[in-house]
């Protein structure tokens, strides 16, 4: 199973950029990196999804070198809303098998 | 779109009683998966359903552990007998085919809360 390595916690203050990397060592060649967020008493809810190079979305940027050893999510202008749990996974290309590590929790102030 | 259902959303049973858990998918979505999430840990895969076959189940304890999707829809989880350790939340999430849709992206339930005391 790949397995990914991120910063246990974040803290950022309201309307700063936030960056987390993470670092998937062993990524498969057919894996996509995709991340994740979590509120308390709430399943996780998918933020983004790349493969190599740069996505970005409505709410986040995905930033992934050449060699797709790390990956880094971007987070624009954050808000106190955005406090949660930030999960960094790598899965095979071939199913859906995603696993979870423990995450970062980022905290944000006013 | 309605998302994903799960019932109850709280349980407390004593150990060695049995427990069980619905799941009901988004509409369309072939995949379906079981995971436990004990607090301060992400996610664990316990199943992974495509339409009512198991893909992986790897990491299912199925001494008292078992699980089905009738019909290609909902689907049911069940401990019996419980123990302390499986006090935790248990997260059903449903996905289409990647093929289909290009992406991985899962769609999670609220989850269960099970209290095992």
């Known amino acids: 199973l790949a397995k990914t390595t991120q910063p246990i916690s974040m803290d950022s203050y309201e309307g700063q950029e936030v960056n987390i990397t993470c670092s998937h060592n062993n990524i498969a060649t057919n894996d996509y990196i995709t991340w994740y967020q979590q509120f308390p008493s709430q399943g996780p809810r998918f933020i983004i999804q790349?493969?190599?190079t740069k996505v970005t979305n409505e709410v986040a940027s995905l930033f992934i070198p050449a060699d797709r050893k790390s990956s880094t999510l971007s987070l624009p202008r954050v808000s106190l809303s955005d406090t949660a749990v930030y999960y960094c996974?790598?899965?095979?290309?071939?199913?859906?098998?995603?696993?979870f590590g423990t995450g970062t929790q980022l905290k944000v102030e006013l | 779109e309605a998302g994903v259902a799960q019932s109850p959303r709280y349980k407390i049973i004593e150990k060695r009683q049995s427990v069980a858990f619905w799941c009901n998918p988004i509409s369309g979505h072939a995949t379906l998966y079981w995971y436990q999430q004990i607090l301060g840990q992400g996610p664990k895969l316990l199943i992974q359903?495509?339409?009512?076959?198991?893909?992986?189940d790897s990491q299912l304890p199925k001494d008292r552990f078992s699980a089905e999707r009738l019909k290609g829809v909902d689907s049911t989880l069940k401990i019996q007998p419980a123990k302390l350790e499986d006090s935790a939340v248990y997260l059903c999430a449903s996905s289409l085919y990647p093929e289909a849709s290009g992406t991985y992206e899962q769609y999670f339930g609220p989850g269960t809360r099970l209290t095992v005391t």
């Open positions: 996974l790598s899965g095979p290309g071939g199913g859906n098998k995603l696993t």
């Open positions: 790349g493969y190599k």
């Open positions: 359903f495509q339409n009512n076959g198991v893909v992986d």
